[in-house]
């Protein structure tokens, strides 16, 4: 499992990104994948989780009904599509995989992206 996440940028206030995170290995499909944030001087923070086929899916409440998360399993990419930003979302977001369904707790998960800084500006 290599991935690595892409997509990030400065966006203002109000607007949207969309977070890619490929993975190269043979097992994505496989994979319960997540992404987390952390920004700085705060630990990493859980933002949302998708189980091996996308019929199941988590969200921090600090994003929940803006973020949407899905992934295509054909393509081995995950994606975080990030609207009505905020300028609390501003950190470093990392893609995350692990073997089975896992939970919020970062340390559950074995493989990380390098992460994909996301700016808002207020």
């Known amino acids: 499992v290599q991935l690595q996440a892409s997509g990030g940028g400065l966006v203002q206030a109000g607007g949207s990104l969309r977070l890619s995170c490929a993975d190269s290995?043979?097992?994505?499909?496989?994979?319960?994948l997540a992404w987390f944030r952390q920004a700085p001087g705060k630990e990493r923070e859980f933002v949302s989780a998708?189980?091996?086929?996308?019929?199941?899916?988590y969200y921090a409440d600090s994003v929940k009904d803006r973020f949407i998360i899905s992934r295509n399993n054909a393509e081995n990419t995950m994606y975080l599509q990030m609207n009505s930003l905020k300028f609390e979302d501003t950190a470093v977001y990392y893609c995350?995989?692990?073997?089975?369904?896992?939970?919020?707790?970062?340390?559950?998960?074995?493989?990380w992206g390098q992460g994909t800084q996301v700016t808002v500006s207020s």
């Open positions: 995350a995989a692990t073997s089975s369904a896992a939970g919020a707790n970062y340390l559950s998960y074995h493989y």
């Open positions: 290995g043979r097992t994505f499909r496989t994979l319960f």
């Open positions: 998708i189980n091996w086929n996308g019929g199941m899916t």
